[in-house]
């Protein structure tokens, strides 16, 4: 990447004068909780600190990165509101410093009025707001429409991004130029995770470049996805992004991540600034909210300044167990530890009151209680009603979840340093095997029952051959030699006492793998696997075959040239080259005029050279030859194919209760394997 990167929070003072500022917002959701006599407006007191903000900053303009309102058909009251805010701050004399050279009819063609509303000769746009929908304001009923169109054609905000189909996306970008600074920024408004995802795969997704002295643009991609992953294809990976970007907002995840973070394989920096209002009470949405400033500089320097937010609601949230409470414990007393617990809670809110005038003080506060069995429940309804004026939120004060009896957590299962280490050690074409061997190599929770070698193989089967019954033969062989081994010694396993029975197991059970070792019997294990896996495709193909040859013979027949002609479809022909008629200039900003410029794919684009189709970076796909790497992901079936296989390991119940990693660790182990994100956290988002 040929930008730097200032860092720190600070301003380079000697570069102030000469700098392209922009306020990052995001998941403003106006309109949140609205008919909540307590809550109602807290949305649209952030919504106005914020404009503040960027008044007070002086910036060339506010982004927002989706979610502007919450519903999809906002309240006729909630649209007054908005539209009422934006008119204080979005018109005013302030000049406009920075030229937008994009052509308006190519950018806003899905817009009523097409052009940016600062160069709109009858208004004056003091603040111009651009903005992309996300997918709680997304386009929807008769002519796919949605609040941010009415806000465009009220000349309130630049509503940017709309997707035009969604079988092919097109991404053209905005360009602005304020000195020797030159922006070219990329809306990518939201549509759903799994459709864009497979887009990206197939290539379907283009991000236009301008030819001309194109290293010049610094370029910044907005966009309003899930970033972490909910599954193989929920999210979008950073590595779906195009390269030559500098900088990657992001918008749809509630955590607020303001402070730039670098991508190293893909070289550019993503701000995450997250939602201003809580919209729902997770630690994610406890952290303190806040906007970022953009400050771009000239050569593609930058840095972003975390401002926080000042209005928003306090919110503190707890946990709590009453597990270990008797059956004898009264609900007066259950009420009376719970109670305590809140006031707690209630006290240490009171370190996030800012002191701002319009901040409301009155917390959220959500206390989330572990329990087993049912007398140590109470009423939530009855209990809120204590706190009745102390908490916004009275009603769900309370939040219980309950503890299955000796269940053990997921924490308990991995060895989360080993696993750590065999990430950080991999290279980007190590093989998924050689991972499960590097983390029981440094893990302090061996497998007791499976070998290591075993497992490996019966992994690298399952993602070279996808042989989804690996995993499973690979226990059933292992286990049962276990077994057998363990019937030899019954003798001598059950002398003692009961309380013995488990060390004896333990004792002999280590003997065996030992000895096994020693003899590598390992290797018998896994050539009997393979013979296993061989043995069944075998029959599959003879029932194939035999369940093919009780059909009806079937041809399907070959297209002709001309059939496959019309398959094709018309090709698009070559229209008049125009010009566009220059016009006046907007207050301290103008047009800059220049000849059509023709596309590969024959799209015209008027104003600047943007010729150049830039496919994304491809998605992870093989790695090294002769094996998939780390980052190749097998699709929806990976992670169900695991659980299912191990799942059947339910005949030996007598095995799991004695050593649990059996089912734990290869589940757990994997399924954090192939998402290669073995340590995320998750986002927060409505």
């Known amino acids: 990447?040929?930008?730097?990167?200032?860092?720190?929070?600070?301003?380079?003072?000697?570069?102030?004068?000469?700098?392209?500022?922009?306020?990052?917002?995001?998941?403003?959701?106006?309109?949140?909780?609205?008919?909540?006599?307590?809550?109602?407006?807290?949305?649209?007191?952030?919504?106005?600190?914020?404009?503040?903000?960027?008044?007070?900053?002086?910036?060339?303009?506010?982004?927002?990165?989706?979610?502007?309102?919450?519903?999809?058909?906002?309240?006729?009251?909630?649209?007054?509101?908005?539209?009422?805010?934006?008119?204080?701050?979005?018109?005013?004399?302030?000049?406009?410093?920075?030229?937008?050279?994009?052509?308006?009819?190519?950018?806003?063609?899905?817009?009523?009025?097409?052009?940016?509303?600062?160069?709109?000769?009858?208004?004056?746009?003091?603040?111009?707001?651009?903005?992309?929908?996300?997918?709680?304001?997304?386009?929807?009923?008769?002519?796919?429409?949605?609040?941010?169109?009415?806000?465009?054609?009220?000349?309130?905000?630049?509503?940017?991004?709309?997707?035009?189909?969604?079988?092919?996306?097109?991404?053209?970008?905005?360009?602005?130029?304020k000195g020797e600074i030159s922006l070219a920024l990329f809306g990518l408004s939201a549509i759903k995770d799994d459709r864009l995802h497979r887009l990206f795969s197939e290539s379907k997704v283009t991000f236009m470049r301008p030819q001309e002295d194109k290293e010049s643009w610094f370029n910044l991609l907005v966009l309003h996805q899930n970033r972490v992953a909910h599954?193989?294809?929920?999210?979008?990976?950073?590595?779906?992004?195009?390269?030559?970007?500098?900088?990657?907002?992001?918008?749809?995840?509630?955590?607020?991540?303001?402070?730039?973070?670098?991508?190293?394989?893909?070289?550019?920096?993503?701000?995450?600034?997250?939602?201003?209002?809580?919209?729902?009470?997770?630690?994610?949405?406890?952290?303190?909210?806040?906007?970022?400033?953009?400050?771009?500089?000239?050569?593609?320097?930058?840095?972003?300044?975390?401002?926080?937010?000042?209005?928003?609601?306090?919110?503190?949230?707890?946990?709590?167990?009453?597990?270990?409470?008797?059956?004898?414990?009264?609900?007066?007393?259950?009420?009376?530890?719970?109670?305590?617990e809140i006031n707690n809670l209630i006290e240490m809110s009171k370190n996030k009151v800012t002191g701002h005038p319009d901040q409301p003080t009155l917390p959220l506060v959500r206390l989330n209680i572990e329990y087993e069995l049912e007398s140590q429940m109470i009423s939530t309804t009855l209990f809120g009603r204590r706190f009745q004026d102390l908490v916004a939120n009275p009603s769900d004060i309370l939040k219980f979840k309950k503890v299955l009896p000796g269940k053990q957590s997921k924490e308990g299962i991995l060895d989360a340093d080993a696993l750590e280490d065999a990430f950080q050690n991999a290279s980007l074409n190590e093989r998924v095997e050689s991972l499960v061997e590097d983390y029981?190599?440094?893990?302090?929770?061996?497998?007791?029952?499976?070998?290591?070698?075993?497992?490996?193989?019966?992994?690298?089967?399952?993602?070279?051959?996808?042989?989804?019954?690996?995993?499973?033969?690979?226990?059933?062989i292992q286990m049962k030699k276990t077994m057998d081994y363990l019937k030899k010694n019954s003798t001598y396993i059950e002398e003692g006492s009961f309380d013995d029975l488990k060390s004896n197991t333990d004792a002999f059970l280590e003997q065996f793998k030992c000895e096994r070792k020693e003899k590598k019997k390992d290797e018998e294990d896994i050539a009997e696997l393979k013979k296993e896996l061989e043995t069944q495709k075998r029959h599959r193909g003879a029932r194939t075959v035999q369940d093919e040859n009780e059909e009806d013979d079937y041809v399907n027949p070959v297209p002709t040239s001309a059939a496959r002609a019309k398959l094709r479809g018309r090709g698009r022909g070559r229209g008049e080259t125009k010009t566009r008629s220059p016009k006046g200039k907007a207050r301290g900003g103008g047009r800059v005029t220049a000849p059509v410029i023709e596309l590969e794919d024959d799209v015209r684009i008027e104003d600047v050279d943007m010729d150049e189709t830039i496919p994304p970076s491809p998605p992870p796909g093989r790695g090294a030859r002769g094996g998939r790497s780390v980052g190749a992901k097998r699709g929806r079936t990976t992670q169900s194919s695991i659980k299912e296989a191990l799942s059947r390991q339910s005949s030996h119940p007598e095995l799991f209760g004695l050593h649990d990693d059996v089912l734990g660790f290869p589940i757990l182990f994997l399924t954090q394997l192939y998402l290669l994100r073995p340590f995320s956290f998750p986002s927060f988002h409505i």
């Not at 927002?64 to 018109?91: A, T, W």
């Not at 990976?237 to 992001?250: A, G």
């Open 440 to 476: 029981f190599k440094n893990s302090e929770k061996p497998l007791h029952l499976l070998s290591e070698r075993g497992l490996s193989e019966a992994v690298r089967l399952f993602t070279d051959k996808e042989d989804k019954d690996a995993l499973e033969k690979i226990v059933e």
């Open 1 to 177: 990447m040929d930008s730097g990167h200032l860092g720190g929070d600070g301003r380079d003072r000697g570069m102030s004068e000469d700098s392209f500022n922009i306020l990052l917002a995001t998941d403003i959701h106006l309109g949140f909780a609205e008919r909540d006599p307590i809550r109602g407006n807290d949305s649209f007191i952030t919504f106005k600190e914020i404009l503040d903000i960027g008044l007070r900053e002086e910036v060339d303009f506010i982004l927002l990165g989706g979610d502007l309102f919450h519903e999809n058909k906002p309240s006729r009251q909630c649209l007054q509101k908005c539209m009422d805010i934006l008119r204080q701050y979005v018109f005013g004399p302030k000049p406009i410093e920075f030229e937008f050279l994009s052509d308006p009819e190519e950018i806003f063609k899905t817009a009523a009025v097409k052009t940016v509303n600062y160069e709109d000769e009858n208004l004056n746009i003091g603040m111009p707001i651009f903005s992309i929908h996300g997918n709680h304001d997304d386009p929807a009923g008769l002519g796919q429409f949605c609040s941010l169109d009415l806000l465009s054609t009220a000349a309130l905000v630049n509503y940017f991004g709309k997707i035009e189909s969604l079988k092919e996306i097109h991404v053209r970008p905005l360009l602005f130029r």
């Open 231 to 340: 599954g193989p294809k929920n999210h979008i990976p950073e590595s779906f992004l195009p390269k030559f970007m500098n900088l990657v907002f992001w918008g749809h995840e509630h955590e607020c991540l303001v402070k730039e973070e670098y991508n190293q394989l893909q070289d550019f920096y993503v701000s995450q600034p997250g939602s201003s209002v809580a919209t729902s009470l997770v630690p994610g949405e406890m952290k303190q909210k806040a906007v970022g400033i953009l400050r771009l500089h000239k050569n593609k320097v930058f840095e972003i300044e975390e401002v926080p937010l000042k209005t928003v609601r306090p919110l503190i949230i707890g946990n709590l167990s009453v597990t270990g409470l008797s059956e004898d414990t009264s609900e007066e007393e259950i009420s009376d530890l719970i109670a305590e």
